[in-house]
């Protein structure tokens, strides 16, 4: 599997195009997606899904455009679903712009596949209530959206946000994985399992 960023968005929301075998999937596409279009099309890409980790506006913003470009399905955790009805999901909030409406299908944690591998649907509640992860063990690497995020992790005062479930997914659901398992976050750099259990300043002291 072959993994490539691509910053969108007010936010700079990292978009993580994946693809193997000419079929690929976009995790959290949070901007214009045209760049990630364009690339799709020069290298003959087939996209089967959009996967998002959250439903918070900076995540969402390309949806609905890539969707429309591509035909494929948006999938996303259904206890985030009551967010589009607020700024946080909708978008208006500190004056960004609105998102554009767009309709997902329900995945909820378990086996799953995307790309002809397999990946585990993982519910990591903290950031939001339905926060995903999607991890894909043959490639060794996981997509952790705003759970956790090189030396840091993803805040929790936003309306549904708890720090004490997010430090909990973090410590049942990623530190569990392999310690080379590269961490893709929906910001900023990646970093690597065996990396944030030694040096995150939030949770070293649950692995010590």
């Not at 607020?86 to 004056?95: D, H, T």
């Not at 767009?102 to 591998?117: N, Y």
């Not at 894909?136 to 705003?146: K, M």
Request: hydrophobic letters at 40%.
């Amino acid at each position: 599997m072959q993994i490539k960023t691509f910053p969108l968005g007010p936010l700079e929301t990292n978009c993580h195009l994946a693809w193997h075998n000419g079929l690929a999937v976009a995790v959290d596409p949070g901007g214009d997606p045209a760049r990630v279009i364009t690339f799709l099309q020069q290298n003959n890409l087939k996209l089967t899904h959009i996967l998002n980790t959250h439903l918070h506006f900076d995540h969402i913003y390309g949806n609905q455009a890539l969707h429309e470009a591509t035909g494929a399905p948006i999938l996303a955790c259904s206890k985030d679903a009551y967010m589009l009805d607020s700024e946080l999901g909708s978008g208006g909030m500190w004056g960004f712009p609105k998102v554009t409406p767009f309709a997902f299908e329900s995945i909820e944690e378990g086996a799953s596949s995307f790309m002809g591998l397999p990946c585990t649907v993982l519910h990591t509640p903290g950031h939001t209530p339905g926060s995903l992860s999607f991890h894909f063990p043959d490639a060794g690497a996981v997509f952790v959206g705003d759970l956790l995020f090189y030396r840091s992790i993803g805040r929790t005062d936003f309306p549904g946000g708890s720090m004490d479930d997010l430090k909990d997914s973090v410590i049942r659901k990623i530190f569990p994985l392999p310690g080379e398992t590269v961490v893709y976050s929906g910001h900023g750099p990646v970093t690597s399992v065996q990396d944030e259990k030694l040096n995150n300043p939030y949770l070293t002291e649950f692995v010590r």
